[in-house]
């Protein structure tokens, strides 16, 4: 695997802090979320800080690298061309799901709006690795995926994370974009413990490091990226830190934008615990050569012993002992590479990625689709929650997706929540409720804003024309002033809204 080169520290570029972002002392680089990005027309501010040689990364978040369903090429190639329109030196994604359904399992195709937990089993596993690989062929630059927060647990999972991890890095040679916050979310949500992950982590695998806050409340963890980075996750990147130096560390806000003085004050924070865990470790390095700190010389050596536990098959029923060796052990065993001349982020890694199992791979594709398709439908379609899993927990995550659906179709439909005011919110969740989204988010503000005039809504006469026209001017296939061949389809339309 080519060894990665510096990234430094940087932050989520995103509109609303874009004049903040550039004015910013320190900031190395920056990521944009890729769906916002229109290559033809960057975002000025993008443009001025690539020209200052500052690096920026897209970020993609709807792929669906986790799904049942090969990778889709539009959306690869989108990707891809986002990629080479910023001069990027590579790409990343998240390990989910994000849709289910359709012609693996005959049914309608559903939309999370959410990036999902993909179950930690074989067959997800072999899923994941072949659609990686695909990707990974289709984009011009390396490709890292990410870790992400869960609310839910699988039923029947057959590895840990970190586990998880190691065996898609070692496989398909992908990097790994690892969240630490998305670490401690899982632990406070699902009880997995961080250092575990982080042992059994392919830490050379690792191109950069996501740190966000996020909020408790009734004893779910919410991975908000809208309040500030708590102790917790700062102490998850220390002990990464301490392991290796991580090529990257990049902040997150999408909500709840503080001042520029905040922002700057929490990538301090970052910089500090990054220093400091290299000089603690700089420090055991030191003491580890000193004579006096060498295991004594008489039986069996003390890492040989460990070792060989580590190796050890199990020796009873009752015994925890693994039948595998840890991945530390495993790392112990191998040589330390030798640093390599200089950085390149440029270049895709020598994969030596396991024999693609190619069309063997249908059953295991068709299983692991029926599973996210109960499972979303359980979440977005008002559907019984599948067996196994938790239905508290399946409520609340259920919820969760409500309310991002309808703050996100705030965002990219603003007039809405204009014209509705304070009852926009009750109105889309009712409207939600057993009305899975099929179509992206614009998509759903114009079937939420056609559910509310079919239903006489809203009463006021005046606010319902202003939303008629709304919808009728954005529900064609183009401007209603540069379709005249249109006019019977509107008043189709119109007689229908009357009716």
């Known amino acids: 695997m080519t060894r990665l080169g510096r990234l430094g520290t940087g932050i989520g570029w995103r509109p609303e802090i874009a004049e903040a972002v550039e004015r910013m002392p320190g900031v190395d680089w920056v990521e944009a979320v890729s769906e916002n990005l229109c290559p033809g027309h960057l975002p000025e501010s993008l443009r001025r800080l690539r020209e200052r040689g500052v690096t920026v990364v897209p970020h993609g978040v709807s792929l669906g690298l986790g799904g049942a369903d090969r990778p889709d090429e539009s959306r690869l190639a989108a990707l891809a061309e986002r990629a080479e329109a910023l001069g990027a030196p590579l790409v990343t994604e998240h390990i989910a799901f994000v849709r ?279 979440l977005v379609a008002g559907t019984p929650v599948p067996e196994g899993f938790d239905r508290v927990r399946a409520g609340v995550q259920a919820r969760a997706l409500a309310a991002k659906r309808a703050d996100v179709v705030a965002k990219v439909a603003a007039e809405l929540p204009e014209l509705l005011g304070a009852g926009y919110r009750a109105a889309f969740l009712g409207y939600a409720r057993g009305r899975p989204m099929t179509g992206g988010y614009r998509r759903d503000a114009l079937d939420f804003a056609e559910h509310l005039l079919l239903a006489g809504h809203p009463r006021d006469a005046r606010t319902r024309r202003l939303l008629r026209d709304w919808w009728l001017e954005r529900s064609g296939p183009a401007p209603r002033s540069q379709r005249p061949a249109a006019r019977l389809a509107r008043a189709t339309r119109r007689a229908l809204l009357r009716h």
């Open 100 to 378: 289910a359904g359709g012609a693996l399992t005959a049914s309608p195709s559903l939309e999370a709006g959410h990036l999902l937990p993909v179950p930690r089993t074989r067959d997800a596993l072999d899923v994941l690795c072949e659609n990686v690989r695909i990707a990974q062929a289709a984009l011009p630059v390396p490709l890292a995926v990410e870790n992400i927060a869960a609310l839910l647990r699988w039923p029947g999972e057959e590895m840990t994370e970190g586990q998880f991890l190691y065996d898609l890095a070692d496989r398909t040679g992908v990097r790994l974009l690892i969240d630490v916050a998305n670490l401690h979310t899982n632990h406070v949500n699902r009880g997995e413990d961080p250092a575990r992950a982080l042992d059994e982590l392919p830490v050379e695998a690792i191109a950069y490091v996501h740190v966000a806050g996020g909020v408790e409340r009734d004893g779910v963890w919410y991975d908000s990226h809208a309040h500030p980075v708590p102790r917790p996750v700062l102490d998850i990147l220390a002990d990464l830190a301490s392991r290796v130096t991580p090529p990257g560390v990049l902040l997150e806000r999408d909500e709840n934008f503080p001042g520029p003085g905040e922002l700057e004050r929490e990538l301090a924070a970052i910089r500090g615990t990054l220093e400091e865990a290299g000089a603690a470790e700089r420090g055991r390095a030191a003491a580890s050569t000193e004579p006096s700190a060498q295991p004594a010389a008489s039986g069996t050596p003390v890492l040989a012993l460990a070792l060989a536990l580590a190796l050890a098959p199990p020796v009873g029923p009752g015994l925890a002992l693994a039948s595998t060796p840890p991945r530390a052990a495993r790392r112990a065993l191998a040589p330390t590479p030798a640093p390599a001349a200089g950085p390149d982020l440029t270049s895709t890694p020598p994969a030596t990625p396991a024999p693609d199992p190619g069309p063997g791979l249908a059953p295991a594709r068709q299983r692991l689709a029926l599973t996210q398709a109960a499972l979303l439908s359980a």
